[in-house]
């Protein structure tokens, strides 16, 4: 939820400028503007996703209650938070790129895209369901989450086809508003992404050692 609120308030507030400079065939600037907008989401939701990510198990057990989970229960509650806040990356930048090809007159491209990465998480979902999860989620997966004694890891499953549906939406998104646009947001976005992966890492590694120093 607070990754959607950063992702749409700078969506709606960057659309008019947008716009002025798609009518104003002012494409350089266009693509700076855009790719502030991607650095301004990253800035946010990126480091906050970073500290649900460590802290998970601490949220979990805080807001659902220890006295209501087994730490088997919470285990699994934890991967969710991380698969999800994950996800929730991804889904901050999904407004933004819409409202950029709204801007430039493309209604049609981001409903197709979007929609391809939706039955993309429902046809693995309904693996998922039907017990092939583990072909797109090994059992090194699992144990990257600790999950390898988990009885039912159907809802992690379920949680990381979202997050697969999510991501290729995202990258038919860019590559496709990259082509379309003609700029170079692609090669400015990449950039601005690895600085906001390496700055959430270090916030990551601080607070992890912070947790183990203080517990």
Partial sequence: VPSMLVGISFAVAAFPTLSMLFVEKQGEEFSIYFSK?????????????????????????????????????????????????????????????????????????????????????????????????????????????RLQNVLHPEVIFLSFAYLLGLVISLVLLWYDFDRVSKTNVRKLGGKTIFQSFLATIIIGLVTYAVLNLTS
């Fill in 37 to 145: 907008a991607i650095a301004n989401i990253l800035f946010w939701v990126m480091p906050i996703s970073a500290l649900f990510i460590v802290l998970r198990a601490h949220i979990v057990r805080v807001v659902i209650g220890s006295q209501n989970l087994s730490w088997s229960d919470t285990r699994v509650a934890s991967a969710l938070v991380l698969v999800l806040t994950s996800a929730g990356i991804l889904q901050a930048l999904t407004p933004l790129f819409t409202r950029g090809y709204y801007a430039r007159g493309f209604t049609w491209r981001p409903l197709l895209y979007l929609l391809i990465g939706s039955l993309i998480t429902i046809v693995f979902a309904v693996l998922a369901l039907s017990g092939h999860g583990g072909a797109f989620a090994p059992n090194w997966f699992l144990t990257m989450l």
